[in-house]
């Protein structure tokens, strides 16, 4: 068993697809069970019967499109006309703008490609130093995983409710939960912008500027609000914002600002789909090694085993952060979620944390993962995308890790943070 | 006889992805159109969700298939880049192979479901059988295990991802 | 051997705790030879899901909804078809008399099952008055989705309902999607709905009941002996789910009565129409639904009795 194991673990390693190596895995459990192996596609059906996964097709394509399309330097130049005349104003506007781009598209480096190119001349140009600007944007990659609706957000819940020891665990729950934490990352790195350009000029801010910045972008201006207004207020179901998202950008873009053309819509369509099937396929054979673990019943086993090694939740905590952070710089958002939330979280409750509050400090580890020295994904996007040595990213993403670091901190040990939205 | 099938199996490829499209169209349509009845008319598609749905699980393998076609899957993939061209060659005919051969037995068992449900006489919206809605399942992993295994056979044709 | 049985129901609630108590006393009854093993909180799936994994033997039985049932076999939702029963009174009666009928049925088709467990009726529970038919089709009703007999039986009355899984009701109460839920007083309390609610219909709308299912296969292959044992002990129970349930929604009733929820009985011109609207949805539901009609008639008479001698 452990033979197999390392050798999966191995084929993992030299690149086979993560959905293979997990359906290995489940097939190979319910094999030793002498469990009819058609379990794993019951479970993978079970991707028809639930609700909410309709959100991520719709969600997807229409972060594919809005980054397709002319909406992020819009959204620059708005944030822009409305911010930069504050100290530290150009960063604070990248910080803002790279955080509601990433919640719509997913910290899949799409950020960094499509608004970092954008803001890292903007930057330099303004007088910010190199450093600080290359750090500044590499961080921005994956700033804004907390805030709705990103599709982190939503897979872990509906991973964390298959489990069945979550109590009552939502989507909703989770993108209210995302929003005191998300805001204190912001607030931090907003104030360490400020501090570094203290001695920056001030730009004077420009009502006619900010008028026609609005004016511009006022088929985008709608977005968030209705989106995040429709599912904060609870008017909308997950799926409804998402459908009206998927619909709304639609026909900004392709019928009114015409800036896609009709001809190139399949291919964006196929492009975004092909990450959803990527996503999707996963999730489901997810759900069949998820079952081979309850029905072997590993989680409490593991829970006795790990309960006996450390003894309070505090330690506990702490050695979570490190193993989540090493994680994050080595799996994608996706694959930790599939592979670890079905592990951690019964440990993690049996230690008295809250499913939500445990969800929030696996997604703020897994955002801070992607720009971790020395493998974080986003430093490679970075590097590659701004000609720079990685080295280099290296020292330039140093400060900015060491203040989301504070910040996870505070997460971690401060669940007030995290369940007051939840719970009022 | 070589262009012809060539041809074909570019019609195929064509057919595909018009498929995976309209579907992601009609979604977007249903899903809309089911929020302008409730709210304007106050009527309800009892229909609507549950189809919704199905077409999720079938975006999910057209999608997977696509994916596979561009060799786009997800994967840790942390040691294939220290090897040099020859080994990453031989490592990923390799993995390749593991995972068609992962994929011909999920294929074969979801065939084996959809077996089940035809002689249960499942219904979809106790109406019309279910089970050709679920042979997505089967043949998909079928499609994706051969494209698997021509790529481990005649090297990665697609681009890597970045 | 160990049986491993999944079910909706969360653990922690009544009654797994006291399902959790029949398997320790089977297990000690049979000298460990028969072990139940328990899947809560739905984590292998809805209903369908469940029988698709009892059919490839990864679980060998379920607590399984009436409606979830009847793809085995059908007629076990008899009890459910909308405005059959009256009062608790009439429930006892009738199914002291077809509860073995449907047991046989069940085990015709493969399913051993130790017991039917009241989940309590359904009432039109709602944020607006309910006090008349005509009130009734003024509003946004909730019907569970895939559930086609609640959907026909509104259809019928020219309600056109609001389809929604379980999970989304609350949030539709509140973004005032829906303004009317069906309900048994436990449920309404348990899933906070009644938080949303002002007015009751005190018409019994729909009985709600389940059972615990164990294929005839995996039971099969016990001794005699540990088969009676786990007959007996799962009976005895589910008997006492059964009446837990039944004090737990009196007890839910009363509760919702002091929290100052009105429940509107049917006025006497009202009660007409009400029993309109209700015979034409029986009609319509027999139509559709091929129901055993000989077991309908049985129950017909059953009723007409017990109303008979209580006048
Ligand atoms: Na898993
Ligand atoms: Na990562």
Redesign the pocket.
């Given at each position: 068993m452990i033979f197999i194991g390392v050798a999966l673990l191995i084929l993992a390693l030299f690149g086979a697809p993560l959905f293979s190596i997990i359906a290995a895995s489940a097939m190979l459990g319910f094999y030793r069970s002498d469990i009819d192996l058609s379990v794993v596609a019951i479970e993978f059906y079970r991707i028809a019967e639930m609700p909410v996964l309709l959100a991520i097709p719709l969600f997807t394509f229409a972060g594919y499109l809005l980054s397709e399309s002319g909406a992020p330097r819009r959204l620059v130049r708005l944030t822009q006309a409305l911010l930069g005349w504050m100290p530290g104003g150009l960063a604070i506007v990248s910080l803002v703008a790279c955080a509601l781009f990433t919640a719509f598209t997913g910290a899949s480096g799409v950020t960094i490609v499509a608004l970092g190119a954008l803001l890292y001349p903007a930057l330099t140009h303004a007088g910010y130093r190199e450093n600080f600007s290359l750090g500044l944007v590499t961080t921005s990659g994956?700033l804004g995983l907390l805030f709705a609706p990103a599709l982190p957000l939503i897979l872990y819940a509906v991973i964390a409710q298959q489990l069945g020891i979550a109590g009552n665990i939502t989507v909703d729950a989770m993108f209210l939960a995302g929003i005191l934490p998300g805001l204190l990352m912001l607030t931090l790195l907003t104030g360490w912008s400020i501090y570094s350009s203290r001695s920056l000029p001030l730009e004077s801010f420009s009502s006619e500027e900010a008028l026609s910045a609005i004016k511009q972008a006022a088929w985008e201006l709608p977005l968030p609000i209705v989106v995040l207004g429709g599912i904060y207020s609870g008017y909308f179901a997950i799926s409804e914002a998402a459908a009206v998202t998927a619909f709304y950008v639609l026909v900004v873009e392709v019928f009114i600002l015409r800036e896609i053309s009709l001809r190139n819509l399949p291919a964006i369509m196929r492009k975004s789909m092909v990450l959803v099937g990527g996503i999707l396929v996963i999730l489901g054979l997810s759900l069949a090694s998820t079952n081979y673990l309850i029905d072997a019943g590993i989680p409490s086993l593991l829970f006795d085993t790990i309960q006996e090694l450390v003894s309070s939740k505090l330690t506990f905590l702490i050695l979570l952060n490190i193993f989540l952070l090493i994680?994050?710089?080595?799996?994608?958002?996706f694959s930790?979620l599939v592979l670890m939330v079905p592990l951690l979280l019964p440990i993690a409750i049996g230690y008295g944390v809250d499913p939500v509050h445990l969800g929030i400090i696996f997604l703020a580890n897994?955002q801070i993962?992607?720009f971790?020295p020395p493998v974080?994904?986003?430093l490679f996007i970075a590097s590659y995308r701004f000609k720079k040595p990685v080295l280099q990213l290296y020292l330039a993403t140093l400060p900015w890790f060491l203040i989301l670091l504070a910040a996870l901190l505070i997460i971690t040990y401060w669940p007030w943070l995290s369940l007051v939205l939840v719970n009022s | 006889m070589i262009t012809k099938l060539k041809r074909l199996s570019a019609l195929l490829l064509q057919m595909e992805d018009l498929l995976l499209t309209l579907l992601l169209t009609s979604m977007i349509l249903l899903a809309t159109s089911q929020i302008l009845l409730r709210n304007l008319w106050d009527y309800s598609l009892s229909w609507g969700d549950p189809t919704l749905r199905l077409m999720v699980l079938w975006i999910t393998l057209l999608g997977a298939m696509a994916a596979t076609r561009e060799n786009n899957h997800i994967r840790i993939d942390l040691l294939s880049r220290y090897l040099s061209v020859r080994a990453r060659r031989i490592s990923s005919l390799i993995t390749d192979s593991f995972a068609s051969l992962v994929c011909g037995i999920l294929a074969w068992h979801a065939a084996r479901l959809v077996l089940f449900e035809m002689e249960d006489n499942a219904l979809f919206l106790d109406t019309w059988p279910i089970w050709p809605f679920q042979l997505i399942m089967p043949i998909g992993f079928g499609i994706i295990s051969l494209r698997l295994l021509l790529n481990a056979l005649i090297g990665n044709q697609g681009q890597a991802v970045s | 051997t160990t049986l491993k049985i999944a079910t909706l129901a969360p653990d922690g609630t009544s009654w797994m705790k006291i399902m959790r108590e029949g398997a320790t006393e089977v297990e000690q009854q049979t000298n460990g030879r028969v072990k139940i093993r328990f899947y809560p909180g739905g984590v292998m799936g809805n209903d369908n899901s469940v029988l698709r994994k009892i059919r490839v033997g990864q679980l060998h039985g379920g607590a399984i909804t009436a409606g979830g049932l009847s793809s085995v076999y059908p007629d076990i939702q008899i009890y459910s078809l909308p405005f059959l029963f009256r009062s608790f009174e009439e429930v006892d009666y009738v199914r002291e008399r077809v509860d073995p009928v449907l047991i046989k049925g069940l085990q015709e088709n493969g399913f051993i099952s130790y017991g039917i467990s009241e989940g309590g009726f359904a009432y039109l529970m709602s944020h607006l008055p309910l006090d008349s038919v005509d009130a009734l089709r003024q509003q946004k009703i909730w019907s569970p989705e895939g559930d086609q007999i609640s959907l026909t039986a509104f259809r019928t009355i020219d309600v056109s309902p609001v389809p929604l899984p379980l999970t989304d009701v609350l949030t539709g109460l509140q973004t005032g999607l829906i303004d009317t839920v069906g309900s048994s007083p436990i449920g309404a309390i348990a899933l906070q709905w009644h938080t949303r609610i002002k007015h009751i219909a005190d018409i019994p709308l729909i009985y709600l009941y389940g059972t615990l299912v164990i294929t005839e296969k995996a039971v099969s292959k016990l001794t005699p002996g540990d088969r009676q044992i786990l007959k007996q002990v799962m009976e005895k129970q589910f008997q006492q789910i059964n009446q837990q349930n039944r004090s737990d929604n009196l007890g839910a009733r009363k509760a919702l009565q002091e929290q100052g929820i009105i429940f509107h009985q049917p006025m006497n011109g009202d009660r007409q129409s009400w029993q309109e609207l209700i015979d034409k949805v029986e009609q319509r539901l027999n139509q559709e639904n091929q129901l055993d009609p000989v077991l309908f008639k049985q129950i017909q008479q059953h009723l007409e009795t017990v109303r008979k001698v209580k006048g």
């Amino acid at each position: 068993m452990i033979f197999i194991g390392v050798a999966l673990l191995i084929l993992a390693l030299f690149g086979a697809p993560l959905f293979s190596i997990i359906a290995a895995s489940a097939m190979l459990g319910f094999y030793r069970s002498d469990i009819d192996l058609s379990v794993v596609a019951i479970e993978f059906y079970r991707i028809a019967e639930m609700p909410v996964l309709l959100a991520i097709p719709l969600f997807t394509f229409a972060g594919y499109l809005l980054s397709e399309s002319g909406a992020p330097r819009r959204l620059v130049r708005l944030t822009q006309a409305l911010l930069g005349w504050m100290p530290g104003g150009l960063a604070i506007v990248s910080l803002v703008a790279c955080a509601l781009f990433t919640a719509f598209t997913g910290a899949s480096g799409v950020t960094i490609v499509a608004l970092g190119a954008l803001l890292y001349p903007a930057l330099t140009h303004a007088g910010y130093r190199e450093n600080f600007s290359l750090g500044l944007v590499t961080t921005s990659g994956s700033l804004g995983l907390l805030f709705a609706p990103a599709l982190p957000l939503i897979l872990y819940a509906v991973i964390a409710q298959q489990l069945g020891i979550a109590g009552n665990i939502t989507v909703d729950a989770m993108f209210l939960a995302g929003i005191l934490p998300g805001l204190l990352m912001l607030t931090l790195l907003t104030g360490w912008s400020i501090y570094s350009s203290r001695s920056l000029p001030l730009e004077s801010f420009s009502s006619e500027e900010a008028l026609s910045a609005i004016k511009q972008a006022a088929w985008e201006l709608p977005l968030p609000i209705v989106v995040l207004g429709g599912i904060y207020s609870g008017y909308f179901a997950i799926s409804e914002a998402a459908a009206v998202t998927a619909f709304y950008v639609l026909v900004v873009e392709v019928f009114i600002l015409r800036e896609i053309s009709l001809r190139n819509l399949p291919a964006i369509m196929r492009k975004s789909m092909v990450l959803v099937g990527g996503i999707l396929v996963i999730l489901g054979l997810s759900l069949a090694s998820t079952n081979y673990l309850i029905d072997a019943g590993i989680p409490s086993l593991l829970f006795d085993t790990i309960q006996e090694l450390v003894s309070s939740k505090l330690t506990f905590l702490i050695l979570l952060n490190i193993f989540l952070l090493i994680l994050g710089t080595m799996l994608d958002i996706f694959s930790a979620l599939v592979l670890m939330v079905p592990l951690l979280l019964p440990i993690a409750i049996g230690y008295g944390v809250d499913p939500v509050h445990l969800g929030i400090i696996f997604l703020a580890n897994m955002q801070i993962g992607y720009f971790t020295p020395p493998v974080g994904m986003n430093l490679f996007i970075a590097s590659y995308r701004f000609k720079k040595p990685v080295l280099q990213l290296y020292l330039a993403t140093l400060p900015w890790f060491l203040i989301l670091l504070a910040a996870l901190l505070i997460i971690t040990y401060w669940p007030w943070l995290s369940l007051v939205l939840v719970n009022s | 006889m070589i262009t012809k099938l060539k041809r074909l199996s570019a019609l195929l490829l064509q057919m595909e992805d018009l498929l995976l499209t309209l579907l992601l169209t009609s979604m977007i349509l249903l899903a809309t159109s089911q929020i302008l009845l409730r709210n304007l008319w106050d009527y309800s598609l009892s229909w609507g969700d549950p189809t919704l749905r199905l077409m999720v699980l079938w975006i999910t393998l057209l999608g997977a298939m696509a994916a596979t076609r561009e060799n786009n899957h997800i994967r840790i993939d942390l040691l294939s880049r220290y090897l040099s061209v020859r080994a990453r060659r031989i490592s990923s005919l390799i993995t390749d192979s593991f995972a068609s051969l992962v994929c011909g037995i999920l294929a074969w068992h979801a065939a084996r479901l959809v077996l089940f449900e035809m002689e249960d006489n499942a219904l979809f919206l106790d109406t019309w059988p279910i089970w050709p809605f679920q042979l997505i399942m089967p043949i998909g992993f079928g499609i994706i295990s051969l494209r698997l295994l021509l790529n481990a056979l005649i090297g990665n044709q697609g681009q890597a991802v970045s | 051997t160990t049986l491993k049985i999944a079910t909706l129901a969360p653990d922690g609630t009544s009654w797994m705790k006291i399902m959790r108590e029949g398997a320790t006393e089977v297990e000690q009854q049979t000298n460990g030879r028969v072990k139940i093993r328990f899947y809560p909180g739905g984590v292998m799936g809805n209903d369908n899901s469940v029988l698709r994994k009892i059919r490839v033997g990864q679980l060998h039985g379920g607590a399984i909804t009436a409606g979830g049932l009847s793809s085995v076999y059908p007629d076990i939702q008899i009890y459910s078809l909308p405005f059959l029963f009256r009062s608790f009174e009439e429930v006892d009666y009738v199914r002291e008399r077809v509860d073995p009928v449907l047991i046989k049925g069940l085990q015709e088709n493969g399913f051993i099952s130790y017991g039917i467990s009241e989940g309590g009726f359904a009432y039109l529970m709602s944020h607006l008055p309910l006090d008349s038919v005509d009130a009734l089709r003024q509003q946004k009703i909730w019907s569970p989705e895939g559930d086609q007999i609640s959907l026909t039986a509104f259809r019928t009355i020219d309600v056109s309902p609001v389809p929604l899984p379980l999970t989304d009701v609350l949030t539709g109460l509140q973004t005032g999607l829906i303004d009317t839920v069906g309900s048994s007083p436990i449920g309404a309390i348990a899933l906070q709905w009644h938080t949303r609610i002002k007015h009751i219909a005190d018409i019994p709308l729909i009985y709600l009941y389940g059972t615990l299912v164990i294929t005839e296969k995996a039971v099969s292959k016990l001794t005699p002996g540990d088969r009676q044992i786990l007959k007996q002990v799962m009976e005895k129970q589910f008997q006492q789910i059964n009446q837990q349930n039944r004090s737990d929604n009196l007890g839910a009733r009363k509760a919702l009565q002091e929290q100052g929820i009105i429940f509107h009985q049917p006025m006497n011109g009202d009660r007409q129409s009400w029993q309109e609207l209700i015979d034409k949805v029986e009609q319509r539901l027999n139509q559709e639904n091929q129901l055993d009609p000989v077991l309908f008639k049985q129950i017909q008479q059953h009723l007409e009795t017990v109303r008979k001698v209580k006048g």
